[in-house]
């Protein structure tokens, strides 16, 4: 099981990007899709999340900025970010808990991660 982002790069403030994971291997379910950030010196830290009937959650540092969707038929989750800060600078972590041939229960899966680099 995979999960590949892609997406990151350099933008000024003000300026968006998309970034997109999609998982890909022996799934049988997936439930929530989610993206994370981290900088260095501080916990890796939820951005957004969806659930597997759409209902969404964010950070109050992103709300009404950045919008979390997902393909189901694609495997994939979205993470379209406007406005950014370079507040948002950071590694972008895509995971997702899902239900995997020949294991028991779900477990959550992590992609590597993407980064975004916001310039003032």
């Known amino acids: 099981v995979q999960l590949q982002a892609s997406g990151g790069g350099l933008v000024q403030a003000g300026g968006s990007l998309t970034l997109a994971c999609a998982a890909s291997?022996?799934?049988?379910?997936?439930?929530?899709m989610a993206w994370y950030r981290q900088v260095p010196g501080k916990l890796r830290e939820s951005v957004a999340a969806?659930?597997?009937?759409?209902?969404?959650q964010y950070a109050d540092s992103v709300k009404g900025r950045f919008t979390i969707s997902r393909d189901n038929a694609k495997n994939t989750v979205y993470l379209q970010m406007n406005s950014l800060e370079p507040e948002d600078t950071g590694v972008y972590y895509c995971?997702?808990?899902?239900?995997?041939?020949?294991?028991?229960?779900?477990?959550?899966?992590w992609g590597q991660g993407t980064q975004v680099t916001v310039s003032s």
């Open positions: 969806i659930s597997a009937g759409g209902a969404t």
């Open positions: 291997g022996s799934i049988v379910g997936i439930k929530d």
């Open positions: 995971s997702s808990v899902m239900i995997v041939r020949y294991v028991a229960g779900t477990q959550r899966y």
